[in-house]
Each structure stands twice: as structure tokens, then as C-alpha cells.
């Protein structure tokens, strides 16, 4: 059973025995969005954290026409760099009307106790300074309660409780895509939203003003969740470097070796897009070639490539898991 407190935002969990947000239950309901009568008025933001994700948000929701009070880092040179950025990207997108104020005030993170009023606070820092972030700004006595918004996808909204006691709104928006550097683009991604209803509401929003699809995510499910993404973004880099190593183990040097994986690896994200793995899986294990992978399994040794080795033999057998073949190949990969 929950016990609610404080007008709704923060409830009593009596399972982990915490204060928690009020979690929001995930539906069917992607972007459901406001009517376009009541969305005329963007809400105004300040980011907290501007490297690589707040930035490029910084700079996305400039041009749709979202006011940003305040941009705020650990550093004020970093801070000021991306206010910088805005307002360049503003100027040269100036012939649209869509583009906000781009007169950013730059914080330095000991300052965030003089930060304006905002309607939302998007908290874009890394994960483990997510609730000092909270802590912090959950002393901030602003006259409208404003929504917080973080974008970590390991974490929850229950990170932010100390903003959900002050009666704020709290949730987290998860873009699933990866962002190298500020000016990569973010539209195009699919977002996790959880939290209260108001800050889900918000979250929609800004997800579809930033040319995304928004879904929903059970609070309990996100180091779940987020650790899915990692084995699709981070985790397929991994591997990626590991093929890498074994073709300039080849001879060929690491920049042609990237070139020539490419449309091996674009052609298999792409069967992906359309097909699901026991459709699109090709080549060895697919085909149940017995003496290949004998061939690539003395061949890795031979090299001594232990890496290689060991992904080799793991994700091998997933694959035979996803052929449906069970031959002499299983035994074989058993005895790597
Ligand atoms: N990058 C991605 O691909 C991506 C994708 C999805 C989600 N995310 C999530 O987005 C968040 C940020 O990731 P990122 O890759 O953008 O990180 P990042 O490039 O390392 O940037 C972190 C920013 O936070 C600032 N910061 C650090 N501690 C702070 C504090 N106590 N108070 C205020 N600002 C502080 C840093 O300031 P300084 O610049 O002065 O050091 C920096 O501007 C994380 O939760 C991450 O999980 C990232």
C-alpha cells in the first residue's frame, strides 16, 4: 500500500520504507498532448548541466521557441560556452519567428541558489550529481511551483524527492539516442517519460517539440530499461572496437578498418529496423557452418585475442539461440 502525502507529489513507499515521487502508471497514451490552444505559450527553462545533452537541448528548444531563464554548469566558462552557442544558433536561425530570447543568463553550479523562477528545470548532469542537483534547488523559494525534469535513463524520477517534498513536479525524459557532442542531432529519438502526471505532461511536450516519439516507462524499470540501451548504444561500440582490433590484428590500419565495417554495420542496424533478429541474423551462425567456426576460433588464438575470444563464444551462442540450431557448434562453442 502507498500512503499519500504533500498534495500528491511525493508518497510514502511502505516496501522500501522511503518517501518516494508519486510514480506515474505507464499506458498506451504516446504523445498525448495538450490541445494546440493551450500549448501557444512555450514554458520557459534552465538547464542545469551543459555538456553534451543539455546543450544540444539548450540549443533544440531555442529554436522551438522555449525561453531559457538560465543555463547553469559546474564550471561558468562552461555555462557561458553554451550560452554562446545559443545565441549563435539562434542568430543564424534568426529568420525564423519560432526562436526564443537568445539573452541566456550563465550560472556557475555554486550559484544555483540565485537562479530566476523557471516553468521547468531540465537537470542534464551526470547521474551522481543528479540529487545533490535536487537537494540544492529544493531550496529555491520560487513563486509558482516549477516542474524538474532529469535526463538520466539509469535513474528515476525518485532521485528528485527533494524537490517532490517542496511540492514541485518531478519526472525524468530519456532520449534514446546517443549525443557525442553538442551539435549532434537529437531529433528523430524515441524518449522514455516517467514521473508525476503534470511533469509527464511537460515531458510529452518537449518531446514532440523536439521532433521525438515519447513512451512511457514504469519508474521501477528504468536501471532495467537503461541498461537495454547501453547493450544497443555503448556496449555495440564495445564490440565494435573489438572487431576492430581483430582486423588490424589483419594488417590494416584502424581508420580503414571503421571504413570497411561500415556498411556491414549500417546494413545490419538496418535489417534490424524492419525485422526482428530471427529474420535478420545472417552469415555463420545462421547457416550452422561448423568447420567456419572452427576456422575463426583457431584463427582468434592464433592471434591470442582474448576479448575476442570470450565475445566470440558468448554471443555466439545467442545467436545459435536465435537461429533455433542446435548442431555440433553449440559443443563447439561449450569448449571455448
Ligand atoms: N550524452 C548522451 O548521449 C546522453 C544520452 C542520453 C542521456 N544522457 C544523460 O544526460 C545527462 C548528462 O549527460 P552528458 O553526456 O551531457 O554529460 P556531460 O557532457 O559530462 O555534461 C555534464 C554537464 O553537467 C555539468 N555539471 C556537473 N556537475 C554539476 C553540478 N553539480 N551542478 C551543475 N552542473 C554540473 C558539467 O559542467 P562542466 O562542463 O563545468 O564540467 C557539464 O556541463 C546524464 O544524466 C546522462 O545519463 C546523455
Not at 580503414?256 to 534490424?272: D, E, F, G, K, Y
Request: with cysteine.
Amino acid at each position: 500500500m502507498m500512503l499519500l502525502v504533500n498534495s500528491g507529489r511525493a508518497v510514502y513507499d511502505d516496501r522500501s520504507a522511503r518517501m518516494v515521487a508519486r510514480p506515474y502508471e505507464p499506458g498506451v497514451d504516446l504523445n498525448i498532448l495538450m490541445p494546440d490552444r493551450k500549448r501557444k505559450q512555450k514554458p520557459s527553462v534552465s538547464i542545469i548541466g551543459t555538456g553534451r545533452l543539455g546543450t544540444a537541448l539548450a540549443m533544440a528548444l531555442s529554436a522551438q521557441g522555449y525561453a531559457l531563464r538560465s543555463l547553469v554548469a559546474r564550471r561558468i566558462e562552461s555555462a557561458r560556452k553554451a550560452a554562446t552557442l545559443v545565441s549563435k544558433s539562434a542568430t543564424f536561425a534568426s529568420n525564423s519567428t519560432k526562436v526564443s530570447d537568445a539573452n541566456i543568463a550563465a550560472f556557475a553550479a555554486k550559484q544555483i541558489g540565485s537562479l530566476p523562477q523557471a516553468d521547468l528545470f531540465l537537470i542534464s548532469v551526470p547521474d551522481d550529481q543528479i540529487e545533490s542537483v535536487a537537494d540544492t534547488l529544493s531550496r529555491l523559494r520560487f513563486e509558482r511551483k516549477p516542474v524538474a525534469l532529469h535526463t538520466s535513463g539509469a535513474l528515476s524520477s525518485e532521485v528528485l524527492l527533494p524537490l517532490a517534498a517542496q511540492d514541485w513536479s518531478v519526472g525524468s525524459v530519456h532520449p534514446l539516442i546517443s549525443v557525442p557532442d553538442a551539435n549532434a542531432p537529437i531529433s528523430g529519438a524515441f524518449w522514455s517519460v516517467e514521473g508525476d502526471r503534470r511533469a509527464v505532461r511537460l515531458a510529452k511536450m518537449l518531446v514532440h517539440d523536439l521532433g521525438g516519439t515519447s513512451f512511457s516507462i514504469r519508474t521501477a524499470e528504468k536501471p532495467l530499461y537503461h541498461a537495454a540501451a547501453v547493450m544497443t548504444s555503448g556496449n555495440v561500440t564495445a564490440l565494435f572496437d573489438v572487431a576492430l582490433e581483430m582486423l588490424v590484428a589483419c594488417g590494416l590500419t584502424r581508420n580503414t578498418a571503421r571504413q570497411v565495417l561500415q556498411p556491414l554495420l549500417i546494413s545490419t542496424a538496418q535489417n534490424l529496423e524492419t525485422k526482428d533478429p530471427s529474420a535478420a541474423l545472417t552469415g555463420t551462425f545462421s547457416r550452422g557452418d561448423v568447420q567456419t567456426v572452427k576456422r575463426h576460433l583457431a584463427a582468434i588464438k592464433q592471434h591470442d585475442l582474448k576479448d575476442a575470444l570470450d565475445l566470440y563464444c558468448r554471443l555466439g551462442k545467442r545467436s545459435l539461440k536465435i537461429a533455433k540450431k542446435r548442431s555440433g557448434i553449440t559443443r563447439i562453442l561449450d569448449r571455448c
